[in-house]
């Protein structure tokens, strides 16, 4: 299975425009609202949104790259263990039909969102701490 690149800014200008994404943020970064972690983590984040395609990855991803929680690869989040992140990530490729190593587009991700984001939220949009960004929960 593929993971993130130690830095995809050095894997030249054609992967520069895929973005590297693991599981769950294929579904979360849909909700981007403007806010995150750091100044840092949220200019990242506006410059993935950017690019046109997606690939798929297992474990820390391009979001996770510039996250205050990453720490020797793994989540350190207060809110989340690194196994639960795993977790979400691979519920979430179940419930979109995807697996790592996909590129996928937006746009594709926009389509399934309607039929998958009732059962995504009961399982985690409660207990997190970004639910009144995405749904003002
Ligand atoms: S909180 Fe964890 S999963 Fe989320 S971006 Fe940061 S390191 Fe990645």
């Not at 593929?2 to 849909?30: D, Q, V």
Request: hydrophobic share 35%.
């Amino acid at each position: 299975m593929k993971t993130m690149p130690i830095n995809p800014i050095e894997t030249g200008s054609k992967k520069e425009r895929k973005a590297l994404l693991r599981g769950h943020h294929l579904i979360c970064l849909n909700f981007f609202r403007g806010e995150g972690y750091s100044k840092e983590f949220i200019e990242n984040l506006y410059a993935v949104i950017k690019k046109e395609k997606i690939e798929i990855v297992t474990g820390a991803d391009e979001v996770c790259g510039k996250c205050p929680y990453l720490k020797e690869g793994k989540c350190r989040s207060s809110d989340y263990t690194d196994e639960k992140i795993h977790l979400q990530d691979q519920e979430a490729l179940r419930l979109l039909g995807f697996k790592p190593g996909m590129i996928v587009s937006w746009k594709m991700l926009a389509s399934k969102l309607p039929e998958i984001i009732d059962e995504w939220k009961s399982e985690f949009c409660f207990a997190c701490g970004y639910r009144k960004v995405c749904f003002n929960l």
